[in-house]
């Protein structure tokens, strides 16, 4: 029966879309979380805790997904991914207790972590302008981030959290099939490179890009859970002379996303021309910049500052997979990625427990903010350590 679907491809679109529900099931709970707090009788500093099992596996388990798409093909890892993740969202929806929504979140996150490792690696398996490539699929993601909140504050205008959980598991069994339907025979090669190889087919400088590639993944994993997470409740919080409605506060959440997701784009495009060295210290220069700024005012000005600091914040993510692209070969690509989203998802599911004892012991949600300005950095530092290879 899994005969048809094995070492099966689809076109960008397909691998793009299944990027947006990766990220938009992961953040349900980000917006989620308040409601479902009520309903359970905690404060949301109590509850956002219980969704840090889930982050952690949606890091932690990316090895393991990579090692089963090694074995069974990626196309049917990409099956399970859609259909796994589906039905773990309506099994959260019928949560009854913290601990069983936290099982619910945790198996969310179990699923979620095939996405990273297997849709990227299918993606990557051509590498013609794999940059702008990357920028695309980026912004598909983000999207997901932009109008988790957005749709997810829609949804408990009218209803509340539990009706969000399920009507998503429901889209996502429902796009599984149209991503079966799609499949089809993978017939293209990765091109020959002309850059000098060692006898695996990794580039000379590998282990220093690879060096380079863990420093920004764990620093940038940091920064981009904490933004991806808190803004929508930092919204609510630092907004109430403009707004105390949770779909208007999800609606800017989701404008400050959307808008700074197309930074990607013009980040793919310039590592497809000059080095993405150079475009990561200048990014990292923005993120330090911005974040700090945003952290410090409220209303309109804080709106301003979040858009250009997320640009930043989105604008890196191309840069890793793009430069790793150059240095290892697609034999290796599912196990290296499987490293990286293990220290980068991981690194960022620690922003939550860290934000609800420092919510609890009387700092502010800003303070949060100030902490990921200077985390980033490390990631100017890691620019240092980068190669100055070009393109392919």
Not at 70 to 99: C, E, K, P
Request: net charge positive.
């Amino acid at each position: 029966m899994t005969s048809h679907f094995h070492n099966k491809t689809v076109s960008d679109i397909f691998i793009n879309v299944s990027h947006f529900l990766d990220h938009f099931m992961m953040l349900i709970f980000a917006k989620a979380a308040y409601d479902a707090g009520r309903h359970f009788g905690v404060s949301y500093e109590q509850i956002i805790s219980y969704g840090t099992l889930g982050l952690i596996l949606f890091g932690a388990c990316a090895p393991i997904s990579a090692r089963l798409a090694d074995r069974y093909s990626r196309s049917i890892m990409m099956m399970v991914y859609h259909f796994g993740i589906g039905a773990a969202a309506i099994l959260t929806s019928f949560a009854n207790s913290l601990l069983s929504m936290m099982m619910g979140l945790a198996l969310i996150g179990v699923f979620a972590s095939i996405y990273h490792p297997v849709g990227i690696a299918m993606l990557l398996k051509q590498n013609e302008r794999i940059g702008f490539r990357l920028g695309v699929n980026g912004v598909f993601g983000n999207m997901g981030v932009a109008l988790a909140p957005l749709i997810i504050g829609l949804i408990l205008l009218f209803d509340d959290w539990r009706t969000g959980f399920l009507m998503s598991g429901f889209f996502c069994l429902g796009y599984g099939l149209i991503f079966a339907l799609n499949l089809k025979p993978d017939q293209k090669a990765s091109p020959q490179r002309s850059t000098k190889t060692n006898k695996y087919g990794f580039v000379d400088g590998w282990r220093r890009a690879l060096l380079a590639l863990a420093l920004i993944t764990s620093a940038g994993g940091f920064v981009f859970g904490g933004m991806t997470f808190l803004v929508p409740r930092y919204f609510e919080m630092e907004m109430q002379n403009l707004t105390t409605s949770v779909a208007m506060t999800g609606l800017l959440a989701s404008i400050v996303y959307a808008v700074a997701s197309f930074a990607q784009i013009g980040v793919g495009w310039l590592i497809d021309k000059i080095s993405a060295k150079i475009v990561l210290l200048y990014i990292a220069v923005g993120q330090i910049i911005f974040i700090f700024l945003a952290a410090s005012f409220s209303s309109l000005s804080l709106f301003f500052f979040m858009i250009i600091a997320m640009s930043f914040v989105f604008g890196q993510i191309p840069i890793t997979d793009a430069v790793m692209v150059r240095y290892v070969p697609d034999i290796w690509r599912g196990r290296i990625l499987s490293i990286k989203f293990l220290l980068n998802l991981c690194i960022g599911a620690t922003v939550l427990p860290l934000s609800s004892y420092m919510l609890q012991t009387g700092f502010q949600m800003s303070d949060m903010f100030f902490l990921m300005s200077m985390i980033a950095c490390l990631i100017f530092m890691s620019g240092f350590i980068l190669p100055s290879l070009h393109k392919n």
